[in-house]
Every structure is written in C-alpha cells, then in structure tokens.
C-alpha cells in the first residue's frame, strides 16, 4: 500500500513498512532544507507542492521510464512529456498503482541508494523560470547545487580532470544537444558542469547567469550578458581551476573511483 507524507512544500509518496517510512521525518526535514537552499540561491518562490516518489530499488524506476535499465533517481518536468499521465506502480503490483504528473520527483530510497538532496530538486524548481535546451546547463545547475559527486566537491573533480588533460571544452559542450550531452562519460561532465556553474555564479552573479541560463540562444547572448565570448569565459574557467589545490589524499580517492 502507498503512504503519503505532507509538508510545507512536498507530497511523499512511499510504501507501507518501506525504509522511506520509517526515516520520512528525517527525508522530509532534510528536503525541505534543500528547497529552502534552491529557492533562495535563485530568488523565487516556488508555487506549487513537489509530489516526491521513493521507491525501494532502481530496477523499478528502470522499468517505468528507461525500458529497463536501472536507474536511482529522475525528475518529470515537461508537462507535455510522454511519461505524463501513464499510470504505473510504486511496488509493481496493481494496489500501488498510481499515475505520473509532471514537476514530480522519482528516487530509490533503500539502504545502499538514499538518492535524496538538491539535484533533481533544483530541476523541478528552476523549471519554473525556464527549461534551457542546453542539458550542460540544466545537470550544471542542479549538480552546482549538489556541490559534490561522489562525495567529493566538483571542484577538486574538475581540478583533476585539468591535471590529466582530460577537461571538457565547456564552451564546446554548452550547446551540444542532449542525446549527446548524455552519450559523455557523466562520471566526467557532470562535475565539470556543476563546478563551471559555481564558477560562473562566482564571477557574475545569480541575476547575470540565470539571464544567460533562460535564454537559448547561448552562443550569441554570453557576449551581451557577460561581455565575453563562452571561449573567452572557458579560459578564464581554465585559470580559475589553476588556484584550486586538491590533495593527494583526494587525487586518490578520484583515481580510485575512475580507476585511473
């Protein structure tokens, strides 16, 4: 049977007798933190409630949306989305049932998976000022808000990447389309995405980069918003990670993570 939790600013959904609700206070408590975060760090409001599904392994949100493939956590925002309306199970079974509404969060919530936190979050609520084409962006905010992959901040990720000669051109990859954005080694762009972001939030401010973050067409406004060209602001990006010191001790854990 599916159980429902209400707060101030989220609807949970879970199973009876599941993990998720013998630690609902705690997850409630902390995702409101998280929404507090969010909201305040891009000055809106959020005007609806966020219907926030746990499920108790990944295979079963791989069932719903990726064919199969297991997955730990996703968020619906597109209200015109093929998963819209469809309805699905929580457990599988027919008394779980329940039917997919957009600016819904789905996350595995099990003793090895706790896939809570600002990510998929800040994609729900940032939807409310736009949804950029750019996939860079979008996974650029929410992991910017994450502040760490892995347990380890995007930055000292980032720094790494630069070490070993492996940095993404982010002026390259800010526009590229989304099946490609997702074809990249995500262990690999997601932090450089999120520590870019941090970098940009940094330099220009919230207001500066939400106005480029909303506005499409990316290449043509960086240099009316930022006064650069996104080539010109990767260089500077470049020499931004250069005062970054990342320690051994992290250096290994990063290796030993991506086995090189």
């Known amino acids: 049977m599916i159980v429902t939790y209400e707060t101030e600013h989220y609807i949970f959904h879970f199973l009876e007798n599941s993990l998720a609700e013998r630690d609902i206070i705690e997850i409630a408590k902390y995702q409101e933190q998280c929404y507090n975060k969010i909201c305040d760090c891009l000055g809106i409001t959020y005007q609806r409630k966020i219907g926030y599904w746990l499920y108790n392994s990944p295979q079963l949100i791989g069932d719903i949306f990726f064919d199969g493939i297991p997955c730990n956590g996703l968020s619906v925002t597109n209200t015109e989305g093929k998963d819209i309306g469809r309805i699905v199970s929580l457990s599988g079974e027919q008394d779980d049932e329940f039917i997919i509404e957009p600016y819904s969060i789905h996350a595995v919530y099990e003793e090895n998976i ?147």
Not at 155 to 174: F, P, R
């Open 114 to 260: 706790k896939c809570i936190g600002e990510h998929e979050d800040t994609h729900v609520i940032s939807a409310q000022l736009c949804e950029p084409d750019s996939a860079f962006l979008c996974e650029g905010l929410a992991m910017f808000m994450d502040g760490k992959w892995w347990g380890i901040e995007n930055k000292a990720w980032t720094k790494y990447y630069k070490n070993i000669g492996e940095l993404y051109l982010t002026s390259d990859i800010i526009g590229c389309d989304e099946d490609d954005f997702y074809e990249l080694e995500c262990g690999k762009v997601y932090p450089i995405a999120g520590a870019w972001t941090e970098f940009m939030f940094q330099t220009y401010g919230a207001e500066k980069y939400l106005q480029f973050y909303c506005c499409q067409e990316y290449l043509q406004s960086a240099d009316k918003i930022f006064g650069k060209s996104l080539s010109q602001i990767h260089r500077d990006f470049d020499n931004w990670l250069s005062e970054i010191v990342i320690t051994e001790e992290i250096s290994s854990k990063i290796k030993e993570k991506i086995g090189k």
